[in-house]
């Protein structure tokens, strides 16, 4: 490998004297051999530890450096910007390079993580298309589209052996422990750590453990604490053995390692090793949390140029072989698998809301990949669930600012954990008071108010037993924190209406004017206002919370009770930078997806008060035994209406009786009222 890694780089470097390849393309193959130089160069920077020599701000500089060609500032004219690319390459040569050259920028975290033979495959299949084109210029012709799509799909394919079970070792194997070492080992008051990750470095995570390292240790002591024991008890809430659990898996944003620190010391008391790997890119665009550590997003707009660029190569034959490759290395893993215990997820939030531009020049995928990618993602769902049991395993999230959300982000943070450290036995008493109300109705009313256009009926599954069984869970800060809600998973059939929101933020994305309509429990239509063009406005719902399906369930209704995240959201006006986990306890919310209790509802479940809850399923969900593909569509998404914009939500009982529970924004139950304290001081 050592050989084949100096051969591929002595060759790069003699492309810019090669004059066979003229025009557009040579200009192309000189910047991106540019940068595998520059790649060739960090790799003994980092074996020789710059990180360690050099001062804070050279650091800082060179990491900038390395991300410079995708900045906004000059990302208009970089190869990396798919619309340059097909403006200088022409629409099927400049999306294919595009991508390649995406791929390539890989190079960097591998360079960190000393992985010479991942930098060395993306150098050799460089250098592959590098080599059609010079044999093609001799002959004065240029290759024909399909031969470099050709040859960027078998490497993606080839390379399908290597990502992929790498990918699922890093979640499993605590042997995977770059950043685990890192993060344990450094010393954490010289920030110049953070460089060795690999990922762009901005002002949120120098400032972020900067303001951690200005606390004292009993402070992050007790962060740590509220993060861990979330983790534990819900293990305990559902009744699932931790004992027999061996790993945990951390997923988190750069600049909390002191936080971090004493919460793998924290896991190590319950048994439990960490695996801590880099998330993987575009995962934020696809609508879905950074599953792992990630630093800052050097440029948004790059990233959702990008999030299809699978277009290239999605087909049934590559879904098979991805497919087989996870199932041979959980097979051959499936020990270690068993011993996974489920993430344990910090959040953060206070970024400025990202609205992309949408570009032609980007690849899409056609409708029947997008029916592969639904596809591959329940087989992949389901082959998961088949070696990490969900009825065995459990997670926390947390979530807190960065300081990007302003000039009151010390005061906002402070808040934050007051937030994330309320009196649960006070809520848990509050929220037990609207659930024996609800437990009285056969279904749920829900309207908005103003400009909110919200008239929903949501129905309830039918209680056999009131003396032992309920139907909303008692959410209290376990798994999810913070404290703050009743959910249940609602019966579909009689579950109609309208859902409208006048503007959320849903995994880093802004939705202007959201608006859904149900039937029997499945959304028949949808829209948003964010584009002028109404198609636009629908495909930005549809790939992003329908993630390609032509229609998803409700398959959560919950009440949020946690007033004094609303408040202080209103009082800093941070409403559209919150995380949907905070987000979701300041108004009821509505997830359309998979239930909460996706591929454990065999579970049994009780409440602290002793009841069994007994909706942990629904029409969907009941096939999992007879037809498990039609069960479950691996998504959930949370949209909440803020106390604003709510009229009321009603109860309605077996007689007809109607008992509200929110009337006007305000809480009605008495037991409830002091609900209504934090929401006084926000008008």
Not at 174 to 185: G, L, R, S, T, V
Not at 525 to 532: G, Q, S, V
Request: hydrophobic share 35%; proline share 4%; net charge negative.
């Amino acid at each position: 490998m050592t050989e084949r890694f100096l051969l591929s780089m002595e060759r790069i470097k003699e492309i810019k004297s090669d004059q066979t390849i003229e025009g557009p393309f040579m200009k192309y193959f000189v910047q991106v051999a540019s940068f595998i130089e520059k790649m060739d160069e960090l790799t003994a920077n980092v074996r020789d530890d710059i990180y360690g020599e050099w001062d804070f701000d050279i650091c800082l500089s060179y990491n900038h450096m390395l991300y410079e060609d995708i900045l906004p500032e000059k990302y208009e004219e970089s190869f990396a910007n798919p619309e340059y690319a097909v403006r200088v390459l022409g629409n099927e040569y400049g999306q294919l390079l595009s991508f390649l050259y995406e791929q390539v920028r890989g190079m960097i975290p591998f360079a960190h993580e000393g992985r010479t033979e991942d930098i060395t495959i993306l150098a050799e299949v460089f250098l592959q298309v590098y080599h059609v084109f010079e044999t093609e210029a001799r002959d004065g012709m240029t290759p024909e589209p399909e031969r470099i799509r050709q040859i960027l799909y078998w490497f993606v394919s080839d390379y399908c052996d290597v990502t992929v079970e790498r990918r699922i070792l890093e979640q499993i194997d605590p042997a995977y422990d770059f950043a685990a070492k890192i993060i344990m080992e450094s010393d954490l008051s010289d920030l110049r750590y953070l460089f060795r990750f690999g990922e762009y470095i901005s002002e949120n995570e120098i400032r972020v453990a900067q303001h951690l390292m200005s606390m004292e240790e009993s402070r992050i002591q007790a962060m740590a604490d509220t993060f861990t024991e979330g983790y534990r008890i819900g293990f305990i809430n559902t009744g699932k053995d931790l004992s027999k659990k061996k790993v945990a898996n951390l997923k988190y944003r750069l600049g909390f390692e002191r936080i971090v620190r004493a919460a793998v010391y924290n896991f190590e008391k319950m048994g439990l090793s960490p695996t801590i790997y880099r998330a993987a890119v575009h995962a934020a665009v696809k609508g879905s949390a950074r599953a792992g550590y990630y630093g800052a997003v050097a440029n948004k707009q790059y990233e959702y140029d990008h999030k299809e660029d699978e277009a290239i190569f999605l087909d049934k034959a590559f879904l098979g072989r991805k497919l087989e490759v996870m199932r041979v290395t959980y097979e051959n893993h499936k020990n270690q698998a068993s011993l996974f215990a489920g993430p344990a997820v910090m959040e953060v939030f206070g970024e400025m809301p990202f609205v992309p531009v949408k570009k032609e020049s980007s690849l899409h995928l056609t409708k029947q990949q997008q029916k592969l990618s639904v596809e591959l993602a329940s087989e992949a769902g389901m082959l998961v669930n088949e070696y990490i049991r969900g009825e065995e395993r459990s997670f926390t999230i947390i979530a807190y600012p960065v300081p990007e959300i302003g000039k009151d982000f010390a005061a906002i943070f402070d808040e934050t954990v007051k937030i994330n450290t309320l009196d649960y036995k006070k809520y848990q008493e509050m929220q037990q008071a609207v659930i024996d109300v609800l437990d009285r109705g056969r279904y749920v009313e829900i309207s908005g108010k103003g400009a909110n256009r919200t008239k929903l009926t949501v129905a309830l599954c039918e209680i056999s037993n009131p003396e032992s069984e309920t139907r909303f869970e008692n959410c209290v800060a376990d798994v999810n924190i913070p404290v703050g809600e009743v959910f249940t998973s609602p019966r579909l059939c009689g579950t109609t209406g309208t859902l409208f929101v006048s503007e959320v933020y849903l995994n880093d994305l802004r939705y202007e004017n959201l608006e859904f309509q149900f039937m029997d429990g499945f959304v028949t239509d949808y829209t948003c206002t964010n584009f002028e063009k109404e198609e636009e406005n629908r495909k930005y719902v549809k790939d992003h919370i329908l993630f390609h399906h032509e229609t998803l369930p409700m398959g959560e209704f919950a009440i949020g009770t946690n007033t004094t995240a609303y408040a202080m959201a209103k009082k800093y006006n941070i409403f559209s930078r919150l995380p949907i986990l905070i987000a979701e306890k300041t108004g009821p919310h509505f997830a359309l997806g998979d239930t909460c209790y996706s591929h454990a509802e065999d579970v049994k479940v009780y409440n602290p008060n002793g009841k069994e809850i007994i909706a942990r399923d629904n029409e969907v969900s009941r096939k999992r035994k007879e037809q498990p593909k039609e069960a479950y569509y691996n998504c959930h998404t949370d949209v909440t209406i803020p106390y604003d914009e709510l009229y009321e939500i009603s109860v309605i009982t077996e007689s007809g009786e109607r008992i509200p529970i929110i009337s006007d924004g305000k809480f009605v139950v008495k037991q409830c009222l002091e609900l209504n304290e934090p929401l006084e001081n926000t008008h």
